[in-house]
């Protein structure tokens, strides 16, 4: 987390500000603090997104969304004002780093890990999808790990299914190259089944530290993506069988979101999570973190809502992702750096 800087707000809303948790093409991510000292993340859009109305509508829909779904495994939307000259969006703050930094700094996962993850993220899915939204940027910076289980966050691009407005008018990638299921390179119609592909090549990623699908280019990993095998490493046995069959190619050959979670954890995410779920030295770095954030005091400042200023020395994309990052809901984690 970087400090404030000259030109930040020091209040979102109701929400006082502790700091800035990343920033990015599509915004800025601060964590907050509600009046009753709930820790949030407060995911604010850059102003010229602001000026687009298309944007402004798809965003209020993804609110929408966000709201209705309420999954164990994913942060909840708290409050949001997509009307503000500036919209934003606050979500319930999870003390936990982002996958991709915990196998980047510890290395890949346990496999009783890689299990609970897989369980929790796929019932995640199963409510998400039944919501009628794919969440369409399943990747390793976009789930966090936290001692009360997984989370699934940044539903920034999700899509309602059946929906045919398209998202690049805005600007917005609508994935990320090496994650991406293959209907959803090709631009043909896509379900659900496109995230189970994607949770299945993090559910790789996490168990060998590699992603299945590698290339120095976004070109090579689309085409790899498309017409190669992916790259399992030393995956074996049950938990090979299970990332294999998210990685089907034909999105009918894939098992469905709660098929996958059973098949991990015939007894529910849950039950995993309460024996303890991950390694030592990750359960020691997220609670000397969770400590930490007991510590943080917002600089006083009247609540208030209004335009949120963007000047040169606050805004900086090198902050996007990494360590603890901003949690869930629409559009977490602005800006968070493709795997």
């Given at each position: 987390?970087q400090?404030?800087?000259?030109?930040?707000?020091?209040?979102?809303g109701?929400?006082?500000?502790l700091?800035?948790?990343?920033a990015?093409?599509?915004g800025?991510?601060?964590?907050?603090?509600?009046?009753?000292?709930?820790?949030?993340?407060?995911?604010?859009?850059?102003?010229?997104?602001?000026?687009?109305?298309?944007?402004?509508?798809?965003f209020?829909?993804?609110?929408?969304?966000?709201?209705?779904?309420?999954?164990?495994?994913?942060?909840?939307?708290l409050d949001?004002?997509p009307?503000?000259?500036?919209?934003w969006?606050?979500?319930?703050?999870?003390?936990?780093?982002?996958?991709?930094?915990?196998?980047?700094?510890?290395g890949?996962?346990?496999?009783n890990?890689?299990?609970?993850?897989?369980?929790?993220?796929?019932?995640?899915?199963?409510?998400?999808?039944a919501?009628?939204?794919?969440?369409?940027?399943?990747?390793?910076?976009?789930?966090?790990?936290?001692?009360?289980?997984?989370?699934?966050i940044?539903?920034?691009?999700?899509?309602?299914m059946?929906?045919?407005?398209?998202?690049?008018?805005?600007?917005?990638?609508?994935?990320?190259?090496g994650?991406?299921?293959?209907?959803?390179i090709?631009?043909?119609?896509m379900?659900?089944?496109?995230?189970v592909?994607?949770l299945?090549?993090?559910?790789?990623y996490?168990?060998?530290?590699?992603?299945p699908?590698l290339?120095?280019s976004?070109?090579?990993?689309?085409?790899?993506?498309?017409?190669?095998?992916?790259?399992?490493g030393?995956l074996?046995?049950?938990?090979?069988?299970?990332?294999?069959?998210?990685?089907?190619?034909?999105?009918?050959?894939?098992p469905?979101p709660?098929e996958?979670?059973r098949?991990?954890?015939p007894?529910?995410a849950a039950?995993?999570?309460?024996?303890?779920?991950?390694?030592?030295?990750l359960?020691?770095?997220?609670?000397?973190?969770?400590?930490?954030?007991?510590?943080?005091e917002?600089?006083d400042?009247?609540?208030q809502?209004?335009?949120?200023?963007?000047?040169?020395?606050?805004?900086?994309?090198?902050?996007?992702?990494?360590?603890?990052?901003?949690?869930?809901?629409?559009g977490g984690?602005f800006?968070?750096p493709?795997?």
């Amino acid at each position: 987390m970087q400090p404030l800087e000259a030109g930040e707000p020091l209040t979102i809303g109701a929400y006082r500000l502790l700091g800035r948790l990343g920033a990015g093409g599509m915004g800025r991510v601060y964590l907050g603090r509600s009046a009753g000292g709930r820790t949030v993340a407060v995911k604010v859009v850059h102003p010229h997104f602001a000026l687009d109305e298309q944007f402004r509508a798809r965003f209020r829909r993804e609110v929408d969304s966000a709201r209705r779904i309420g999954a164990q495994w994913t942060a909840p939307v708290l409050d949001a004002d997509p009307d503000a000259p500036i919209p934003w969006v606050a979500t319930g703050y999870v003390a936990g780093p982002a996958l991709s930094a915990a196998v980047a700094e510890h290395g890949p996962l346990p496999e009783n890990a890689v299990r609970t993850l897989g369980a929790g993220l796929g019932e995640a899915l199963a409510a998400v999808h039944a919501q009628g939204v794919i969440h369409r940027d399943v990747k390793p910076s976009n789930v966090l790990l936290a001692l009360d289980g997984p989370r699934l966050i940044d539903f920034g691009i999700a899509h309602a299914m059946g929906a045919t407005a398209s998202l690049t008018s805005t600007g917005v990638s609508v994935g990320s190259p090496g994650y991406m299921a293959p209907e959803q390179i090709r631009g043909v119609d896509m379900s659900g089944a496109a995230d189970v592909f994607s949770l299945g090549a993090v559910l790789a990623y996490a168990a060998t530290g590699a992603a299945p699908f590698l290339g120095d280019s976004s070109a090579v990993l689309l085409y790899k993506v498309v017409h190669e095998e992916p790259e399992l490493g030393e995956l074996a046995g049950d938990l090979l069988e299970v990332v294999a069959g998210c990685l089907e190619k034909e999105p009918a050959d894939r098992p469905t979101p709660m098929e996958l979670a059973r098949r991990l954890a015939p007894g529910g995410a849950a039950a995993l999570v309460a024996a303890g779920w991950l390694p030592g030295p990750l359960v020691r770095e997220v609670s000397r973190t969770a400590v930490a954030l007991l510590d943080l005091e917002p600089q006083d400042a009247p609540v208030q809502s209004g335009p949120v200023p963007f000047s040169g020395a606050a805004w900086d994309a090198s902050d996007a992702g990494g360590g603890y990052g901003p949690s869930g809901g629409v559009g977490g984690g602005f800006g968070s750096p493709p795997e």
